[in-house]
């Protein structure tokens, strides 16, 4: 069974600029997240779809970030523009259903110049 | 809000050695537990869930954990510890029923000596 894909891997950008990451869920699953997770910290949820509605965006900063879900397979989250604080890896996460466990794709780690 | 603790920065312990890594949580409700394992360079790994029935679960790799309601703790053990087992361990939470996002841990290093 393949694993949930990201690219790319690393990203270095300056600020104000702008930058996209792709998630490729594993086949079946419902339920995809994106996760933040800075250096020294626990990923932290930043929106979470049931296939392709979006179920929690409560933590996403909605004035410079955005994600979607077309067709409820892969998913793209997009920063526009971007600040030094957003210098994390960008954790994609999949699950056959809300409420089971979560499978990690290898992450995006974006460093913000 | 949920919220999940892990008190310890970093844990050592001797190869062949029990281990522990300790997780505390604050839920409203009856909570789901996870315990993720993340290597250099990897993404987070599933280890382990409770999400009902008996209070000890196993997982992978030969880890288990103990559900511990008055406590409301989630302690992650192994027996006898491998040098392999060194990684990074974050603890998890979601309140059970209704939707479901997973709150982490600021997570555990686990450095097993030789």
């Known amino acids: 069974e393949a694993g949930v894909a990201q690219s790319p891997r690393y990203k270095i950008i300056e600020k104000r600029q702008s930058v996209a990451f792709w998630c490729n869920p594993i086949s079946g699953h419902a339920t995809l997240y994106w996760y933040q997770q800075i250096l020294g910290q626990g990923p932290k949820l930043l929106i979470q779809?049931?296939?392709?509605?979006?179920?929690?965006d409560s933590q996403l900063p909605k004035d410079r970030f955005s994600a979607e879900r077309l067709k409820g397979v892969d998913s793209t989250l997009k920063i526009q523009p971007a600040k030094l604080e957003d210098s994390a890896v960008y954790l994609c996460a999949s699950s056959l259903e809300e409420g089971s466990e979560q499978y990690f794709g290898p992450g995006t780690r974006l460093t913000v110049t | 809000a949920q919220s999940v603790a892990q008190p310890e920065d970093q844990v050592n312990v001797a190869e062949g050695n029990p281990l522990t890594v300790k997780c505390t949580y604050s839920?409203?409700?009856?909570?789901?537990l996870f315990w993720y394992v993340q290597y250099p360079n990897r993404g987070l790994q599933f280890l382990l869930k409770y999400i009902t029935g008996d209070n000890l679960v196993k997982g992978s790799y030969g880890f288990e954990a103990e559900f511990n309601k008055s406590q409301t703790s989630f302690h992650l053990k192994k027996p006898s510890a491998l040098v392999s087992d060194s990684a990074l361990y974050f603890c998890?939470?979601?309140?059970?029923?209704?939707?479901?996002?997973?709150?982490f841990g600021s997570g555990t290093r686990l450095q097993v000596q030789p």
């Open positions: 839920v409203s409700g009856n909570p789901y």
């Open positions: 998890a939470v979601s309140p059970g029923g209704g939707r479901r996002a997973l709150t």
């Open positions: 779809f049931q296939n392709n509605g979006v179920v929690d």
